[in-house]
């Protein structure tokens, strides 16, 4: 978050889509400690496909358990406008 005035906090910017939506971001370190792939989508499917086939290529995972699937949703985030 970011200061706006001297009480207040707002939302950090983030990259947006052409209607004006956050696009979305997942890190996989986040969920499995070492990886560095990210991801970015438009929104959370974009995400979830793009991470199962993650998954299955560099992981090695033929299924993607339902609690996994939680852990990605959890660590989606606004994706910040890079520095």
């Known amino acids: 978050m970011r200061s706006v005035g ?3 906090r707002g939302p950090e910017p983030c990259v947006r ?3 004006g939506r956050p696009m979305k971001q997942f890190a996989c370190g986040a969920v499995v400690p070492g990886c560095v792939a990210t991801f970015k989508a438009p929104d959370e499917d974009g ?3 793009q991470v199962a086939a993650h998954a299955h290529h560099d992981h090695g995972l033929t299924e993607i ?19």
């Open 17 to 19: 889509t052409k209607e």
């Open 47 to 49: 995400i979830l496909s």
């Open 65 to 83: 358990p339902a609690e996994l699937v939680a852990q990605v949703r959890a660590h989606i985030v606004a994706a910040p406008i890079a520095a």
């Open 6 to 8: 001297p009480w207040k």
